[in-house]
T-cell receptor, first 112, second 113 residues
Framework: GENVEQHPSTLSVQEGDSAVIKCTYS??????FPWYKQELGKGPQLIID?????GEKKDQRIAVTLNKTAKHFSLHITETQPEDSAVYFC???????????FGQGTTLQVKP | DSGVTQTPKHLITATGQRVTLRCSPR?????VYWYQQSLDQGLQFLIQ???????AKGNILERFSAQQFPDLHSELNLSSLELGDSALYFC????????????FGPGTRLTVL
């Protein structure tokens, strides 16, 4: 069935370092891959997404890369700051519906 | 602020009771999604409505039901509540039925005692 695997489940970095979170998906028809950031007590916030016709997308300190052949995509955060500390979720759509299948989440801690 | 609103923010109730959660989508969005977030299950899709009609269904329990009204707001009804229904319930909205950009509301925290 449809599945999205996310790793690692927790990640601790020093302020200024880079952080990378990886996801793999099972549905080869998936063509849209969003990343959400969830802070404590808040709803998930869409921070970046990528469609299958591009391999990389960048927005300031965050970037997403996509490898459709291998069916995996990654979130890269450079020059991390304490306010980047949150839970990050990747997701992929179910075929022909708007339903998103979410990864299990990564708790990122950025130490000052 | 995503533009999606949810009420109430918190809900505490007893087992066996019934509650209604409400969601208003972003202006212009026709599709509404409901997700459940519990500690051990992550974000699980429950149901999607598009322009008043049910569009997709996830692992939603028979005790749960939803609808989308003509003004596009949606309600999620949870009945015969059990302790295990305690979770965060999120609503998200998107422009159309398969627009993948979904914007989430702040959620309703349900506690069943």
């Amino acid at each position: 069935g449809e599945n999205v695997e996310q790793h690692p489940s927790t990640l601790s970095v020093q302020e200024g370092d880079s952080a990378v979170i990886k996801c793999t998906y099972s549905d080869s028809a998936s063509n849209y891959f969003p990343w959400y950031k969830q802070e404590l007590g808040k709803g998930p916030q869409l921070i970046i997404d990528i469609r299958s016709n591009v391999g990389e997308k960048k927005d300031q300190r965050i970037a997403v890369t996509l490898n459709k052949t291998a069916k995996h995509f990654s979130l890269h955060i450079t020059e991390t700051q304490p306010e980047d500390s949150a839970v990050y979720f990747c997701a992929a759509p179910s075929s022909n519906t708007g339903k998103l299948i979410f990864g299990q989440g990564t708790t990122l801690q950025v130490k000052p | 602020d995503s533009g999606v609103t949810q009420t109430p923010k918190h809900l505490i109730t007893a087992t066996g009771q019934r509650v209604t959660l409400r969601c208003s989508p972003r202006s212009g969005d026709l599709s509404v999604y409901w997700y459940q977030q519990s500690l051990d299950q992550g974000l699980q899709f429950l149901i999607q409505y598009y322009n008043g009609e049910e569009r997709a269904k996830g692992n939603i329990l028979e005790r749960f039901s939803a609808q989308q009204f003509p003004d596009l707001h949606s309600e999620l009804n949870l009945s015969s509540l059990e302790l295990g229904d305690s979770a965060l319930y999120f609503c998200a909205s998107s422009l159309n039925a398969i627009a993948h950009e979904q914007f989430f509301g702040p959620g309703t925290r349900l506690t069943v005692l």
